[in-house]
């Protein structure tokens, strides 16, 4: 299997996009390049972004890796992307609200109603819910892999509470301290603005009943949750709060967060805590990480919490295979951006195919997500897949497989100088009355040599992502 | 601001401020258990004693010596208060409000945790021990010279400052509380080289041990000592300086907020009594009795704050 290198194709010639950052390496001393990096571990470390991993025994706070030859795209290949991904975007508010009210999808016969009715994603308590202005899904971060020069896919829509834009921000930072005189040579679009940006969207779609500046916080789970430096720095960079659930409680009718002053209205919530914790008196009882009474509240349209509750019916993966169908449903038109061909093993011809041509195929948890509980067929040992083949068989509707696709690879900087490792990209969507995506977003990379795994959780690392100003 | 943001604040500096008392208490212990006329274990109970870490101690430990003292109030992370515990929990604090400090303030937290993690990994070599205590006390020195330099004079600075001398009037009546029998006039007789020791000690653990002589004259006096550390409103860790600071940080919030609470009556009766008291008054009533009162007073305070500030 070999893969598109998006700086040299075939070992041949750079490509264009990378021509100038060439023309700048090449006069770069090795040894310099390789002090520059552990650089950017110091940086790192010392400003605290670190992340943890479940289950991780002695580190609680581990550095993802950050490489630094940058993953660059023309802005010609980046205007492609953005209309894509703001069709697909348009698409997945249309299909919730539709989801939520009247399901004409449904009813048209266009996606089996079971994938809904059964689906733990699917709340039936925003049935007829309206948020304010009408979107569901805010913050949206697409996964795009790769696989030839004009061949993107569209690998998992993260319509819930995507993470990782910290990463984006940091990584242009940092970059940009480490290499300054690289920026002057190569035009690159900026990312800067999009705490700005987000803040803005997010003042966009206050409820109704908000008629000046609306009071906006973000919400964590706390610190010992592994993306809470992302959750501090977007609330810092926004000047906004950043609250835990023990802060906040329902006051005269509006969610209230306790300050040194008494209790103060909140208007927009960006709540980075799963809908099932969100609020115990409506999802589960145990959770002590969201406010009690926040569903009532936002019934009665007092309160924009963003991403709504129940988006992740849109990004479920066994919906995903439906995508195709669910952006002609309401846009009308073919999809720009593809799907990777998938096999809904709930299907007795497809679980058969997928059952004889495992050591071929990636097979995923429909509702896994972080790398954890999938299959990598081409690379698993024997043992590994008779295990799987087992589970399979077990609970088919559990699981949907992918061909093991050939994800397009992007130098990084190793002992001896570049060498490829495969990638994908996620672009940062906000969508309030409309849609803006900011040009660049998260690259990961698989720092071992023929991996096909980029989470970070699983040992994958991150990229600068330049898109070109040309 | 956000009540659990006040409480970590407050917290944040209570605890860095707890780390750097407790490295200048097992300093001041270290000198004293090398001169040769007192005592060493008598010190190290009187140094854990003074910490106020003596029933957790008795539990892990049946010798006083400077290895399990050092030990427990530096790196053991059973103990709630020794310097890796209370640097660890000032990151944690200032990790949840991060957003309220600067980029410089944070990194100063960061880096002390990272440099003390790695530093207090091993058990503690005694001849290492000057080198780590100096390493803790300049830690902790960047972190507040971070704050100081970068920090916007606002509530968040108010809180923190409340914590900080809060925490430091509470070591301070502390330290003075354990030795105050040496500081008494003694019916047997003054100025023995061992009282000259112990007074030393009682000044280097506040880090005072020059700066008295710019004060007062050249010979240390136990009248002296004690109006020096409790009284001297110029001595940065005196309960009078504490104080005039907790009453100033208080002001700005009334001013700010726009109304007082009982807290700051209370902060002003407890500052009145140390600008008009004289040290004669306090030696006449009973120095410890003075002290365990104010150590009252001061918890209190503590929590009086709280409360009214919504961050208990």
């Known amino acids: ?470 | 601001m956000l009540g659990r943001n006040a409480n970590g604040l407050y917290w944040m500096n209570r605890y860095i401020e707890r780390a750097e008392n407790m490295a200048r208490l097992v300093d001041a212990g270290l000198r004293l258990a090398l001169t040769r006329t007192a005592s060493s274990t008598d010190e190290w109970t009187s140094v854990v004693v003074s910490a106020g870490v003596e029933f957790s101690f008795l539990q892990k430990h049946t010798e006083f010596t400077a290895n399990t003292v050092a030990d427990f109030l530096l790196r053991d992370t059973s103990n709630a208060s020794s310097v890796m515990s209370a640097i660890e929990t000032a990151r944690n604090n200032g990790r949840m409000v991060r957003t309220a400090l600067t980029r410089e303030t944070w990194e100063a937290i960061n880096e002390a945790w990272m440099s003390m993690t790695r530093l207090l990994k091993a058990p503690i070599d005694e001849r290492d021990l000057p080198r780590i205590l100096d390493q803790i006390k300049r830690e902790t020195a960047f972190i507040r010279g971070s704050f100081y330099g970068t920090m916007l004079r606002n509530e968040i600075f108010d809180f923190s400052q409340i914590g900080t001398f809060i925490e430091r009037a509470d070591n301070t009546a502390r330290i003075l509380d354990v030795k105050y029998y040496v500081l008494l006039p003694s019916v047997s007789w003054v100025g023995s080289s061992l009282d000259n020791y112990q007074w030393e000690s009682i000044l280097r653990s506040v880090a005072a041990h020059r700066s008295y002589r710019w004060v007062y004259e050249a010979e240390y006096k136990p009248t002296n000592i004690a109006d020096f550390l409790i009284l001297n409103s110029r001595m940065p860790r005196s309960l009078a300086f504490c104080y005039r600071n907790i009453a100033e940080s208080l002001g700005y919030l009334a001013t700010e907020y726009g109304g007082r609470f009982g807290c700051h009556d209370t902060v002003e009766t407890t500052l009145a009594k140390l600008r008009v008291g004289s040290i004669k008054d306090i030696f006449d009533r009973g120095l410890h009795e003075f002290l365990v009162e104010f150590i009252g007073d001061n918890n209190r305070l503590g929590a009086q704050i709280a409360e009214e500030y919504r961050f208990n």
């Open chain 1, 1 to 470: 299997m070999v893969a598109f290198d998006e700086m040299r194709p075939d070992g041949s010639g750079v490509r264009k996009p990378y021509a100038g950052y060439e023309q700048w390496l090449l006069k770069q001393d090795p040894a310099r390049l390789t002090e520059k990096m552990g650089d950017a571990e110091r940086v790192f470390r010392k400003t605290g972004i670190t992340f943890a991993v479940y289950g991780h025994e002695d580190a609680s706070e581990k550095l993802i890796p950050f490489d630094i030859v940058p993953r660059i795209l023309s802005g010609q290949e980046w205007r492609r992307l953005t209309q894509g991904i703001e069709q697909r975007v348009v698409a997945l508010n249309a299909f919730l609200d539709d989801i939520y009210h009247r399901q004409e999808i449904l009813k048209a016969g266009r996606i089996p109603k079971h994938l809904i009715a059964g689906n733990e994603a699917f709340l039936p308590e925003m049935i007829g819910v309206r948020p304010p202005a009408g979107v569901y899904t805010h913050i949206i971060g697409v996964d795009i892999v790769r696989t030839g020069e004009n061949e993107f896919f569209v690998l998992e829509d993260n319509a819930r509470t995507p993470s990782g834009v910290s990463y984006m921000l940091e990584n242009r930072e940092t970059m940009m301290q480490l290499f300054p005189e690289l920026f002057q040579h190569v035009k690159v679009r900026p990312v800067e603005n999009y705490p700005q940006l987000l803040r803005q969207s997010l003042a966009n779609v206050k409820p109704e009943s908000c008629k000046g500046t609306p009071t906006i916080a973000v919400l964590t789970p706390g610190i010992f949750n592994s993306a809470y430096f992302e959750h501090a720095f977007l609330a810092d960079q926004m000047g906004v709060e950043l609250v835990e659930g023990s802060d906040l409680r329902v006051v005269d009718g509006h969610i209230a967060m306790r300050t040194t002053q008494g209790y103060k209205p909140i208007d927009v919530l960006y709540r980075r805590v799963d809908d099932a914790y969100l609020d115990p008196l409506t999802f589960r009882p145990d959770s002590a990480l969201g406010v009690p009474g926040i569903m009532d509240v936002y019934r009665a349209g007092k309160i924009t919490i963003a991403n709504a509750p129940g988006t992740g019916i849109a990004d479920d993966k066994a919906i995903y295979s439906y995508m195709p169908e669910i952006i002609e449903f309401y846009t009308g038109r073919k999809a720009i951006l593809g799907n990777i061909p998938t096999w809904r093993c709930s299907e007795p011809d497809s679980l058969k195919y997928v059952q004889e041509h495992l050591a071929e195929l990636v097979v995923k948890e429909v509702h896994g997500s972080g790398g954890y509980g999938m299959l990598v067929g081409p690379t698993a040992s024997k043992k590994e897949r008779e295990t799987f083949a087992a589970k399979l068989a077990a609970k088919p509707g559990n699981y949907i497989a992918q061909p093991t696709l050939a994800l397009s690879t992007c130098p990084i900087l190793v002992e001896g100088g570049l060498a490829p490792r495969h990638v994908d990209l996620r672009p940062y969507v906000l969508v309030s009355d409309k849609i803006q995506i900011v040009p660049g977003g998260l690259t990961r990379v698989a720092l071992q040599e023929g991996s096909l795994v980029v989470n970070s959780s699983q040992g994958g690392g991150t990229k600068d992502t330049w898109v070109l100003d040309d």
